[in-house]
């Protein structure tokens, strides 16, 4: 016998007695898929597939196979509706330095959490406009003014960590003091570095509270699941790396150069230089590094002596690729990798959660969006590849093609994304195997294991009119599959604009993939 949640009256938004888990929800069925939708028929034999998509829409949670989803902050957010919610896991990077999480690195520290934030949001259920837990999404997901000053900025997050501002309307007082709590320990935190002039510009509200819950937790994870019980979330959020640190990657160049940082590799903005990286320092060049007495990171901060200068960095999604240009890198990316403080190429181990829901859920789905800052920060760990190579769980591996290329990926093809997924999972570091003959210089033996890209991916999904080149044929050569789908049935193509994977196309992409997997004797 399941609950039923009974929406709250506004005398009751005051009460002191109610608790963080009785927040009222209501579906919102027009974010969500037809559950009877036709699917066109393929043959087992079928290489390639054109799925024709119905537009009406009803409730989702029903019938839906186990996801793990593998993405940025914002490439997924619109198609989240397709993997459901109870059954869905999202593992997220925490390597991104761009927008409000780059203030919190260089002033107070511990991962990127803004991937996470942006997820978390998206995930909150839906409910009117006037109850508790609207009231609750718009405050987390609201973020102070761009275009002002630094005291407009200040004065604005002081009435709201004082518990003046309106964005506290509807919001029952348990609840607000809660998150006020935790809002009062961040500015504490930024108090106690009052020498690095943190800037409130632009600051993200939830990006402040789940900072400073991990900063208090000493836990990510602990800081995930106190944002997704105060909201209601019931998706699994798993960030890629459980640390307390920061954490930065760097992108090596066919050319031999290095960027350091995701805003360098994906959107470069402009603003003061933070670190020069060479390949070998004592041969190439020297590294510049900021060094913080009060922090141990495993990324660079601000000099004591420059404490003074800003380094925000002010970037919108939708700045990436305004009218589809963008700054072309000067050679392609050949690999991504992790490094520390000193700039020393470094190897963590995945959150142990990942590992472990790649071992259950039914479908791994590598998600539209930066390929290279987004999904390889998430494959390029120990472990992974094997994981998901061997997984006895997993009836398919999906790629969701991009619809055009970005500075990331400039003038790929399909199987340019595909060959970039199986070099980063088969170069991630040996196991070493005692007591074969083939020793390495340690003494100890290992194995080098190269997987058939079908062993990562094992189907695409592209878009009708993909503007990304998609070799059906070459693809097929590789043991992976193609399925073309319809996308937003709303979306004004007539201007040029590249299409959009929207929730129906994924659902009905993953339900004809298993159903076929299924006919074939899964």
Not at 135 to 159: G, V
Request: proline share 5%.
């Amino acid at each position: 016998m399941s609950a039923t949640l009974t929406p709250r009256n506004a005398a009751d938004c005051d009460s002191p007695g109610s608790s963080i888990f009785d927040l009222p929800t209501t579906v919102d069925h027009h974010s969500h898929l037809q559950s009877n939708t036709h699917i066109a028929s393929e043959g087992p034999g079928d290489v390639s597939s054109s799925l024709n998509v119905s537009r009406t829409c009803d409730d989702l949670t029903g019938n839906v196979p186990s996801c793990l989803v593998i993405s940025g902050g914002t490439g997924c957010n619109a198609i989240c509706s397709a993997f459901g919610t109870s059954r869905a896991s999202y593992v997220l990077p925490v390597s991104d330095d761009g927008g409000s999480s780059s203030e919190i690195i260089r002033v107070i520290g511990g991962p990127s959490i803004g991937d996470i934030r942006s997820r978390l949001i998206r995930l909150i259920p839906s409910s009117s406009p006037a109850s508790p837990l609207a009231c609750i999404r718009n405050l987390l997901a609201y973020r102070l003014p761009a275009n002002c000053s630094d005291k407009e900025a200040r004065d604005e997050w002081r009435d709201i960590v004082e518990g003046r501002s309106r964005l506290w309307d509807g919001i029952p007082v348990d609840r607000k003091e809660m998150i006020r709590g935790f809002l009062v320990h961040f500015e504490s935190e930024v108090l106690k570095r009052a020498h690095k002039n943190f800037s409130f510009i632009n600051g993200s509200i939830g990006n402040y509270f789940l900072s400073a819950a991990q900063e208090f937790f000493r836990s990510l994870p602990s800081a995930i699941f106190l944002f997704s019980s105060i909201t209601n979330s019931q998706a699994t959020i798993l960030p890629a790396i459980v640390t307390n640190h920061t954490v930065t990657i760097a992108a090596e160049l066919e050319d031999g150069s290095r960027l350091v940082g995701q805003c360098e590799i994906s959107h470069p903005v402009r603003r003061e230089p933070v670190i020069s990286v060479s390949s070998e320092a004592d041969q190439h060049g020297t590294l510049e590094y900021y060094d913080d007495p009060d922090e141990d990171t495993l990324s660079p901060v601000d000099d004591i002596h420059n404490v003074g200068k800003r380094r925000n960095v002010f970037f919108e999604a939708s700045s990436k690729e305004k009218d589809g240009a963008y700054e072309k890198l000067r050679a392609g990316i050949s690999r991504l990798f992790y490094i520390n403080t000193y700039g020393t190429e470094i190897h963590p181990s995945p959150n142990p959660e990942f590992i472990q829901h790649l071992g259950q859920k039914e479908v791994l789905v590598y998600s539209c969006g930066s390929l290279w800052t987004s999904i390889v920060p998430c494959l390029a760990l120990r472990g992974v590849a094997d994981t998901i190579a061997r997984s006895k769980s997993l009836r398919a591996k999906i790629l969701l093609l991009n619809s055009q290329n970005d500075r990331e990926t400039d003038g790929y093809s399909a199987v340019d994304y595909v060959n970039t997924i199986v070099r980063t999972l088969n170069a991630t570091h040996t196991r070493p195997y005692p007591g074969l003959s083939n020793r390495s210089r340690s003494g100890v033996s290992e194995v080098v294991t190269t997987y058939p890209a079908s062993a990562f991916v094992t189907h695409l999904v592209y878009l009708k009119g993909c503007q990304v080149s998609v070799d059906v044929q070459r693809l097929a050569g590789l043991g992976v599959r193609c399925v073309e789908v319809e996308g937003e049935a709303d979306q004004d193509v007539s201007a040029g604009a590249p299409p959009k994977f929207d929730a129906h196309s994924v659902r009905e992409a993953i339900t004809s993939i298993l159903s076929q997997e299924s006919n074939e004797g899964f």
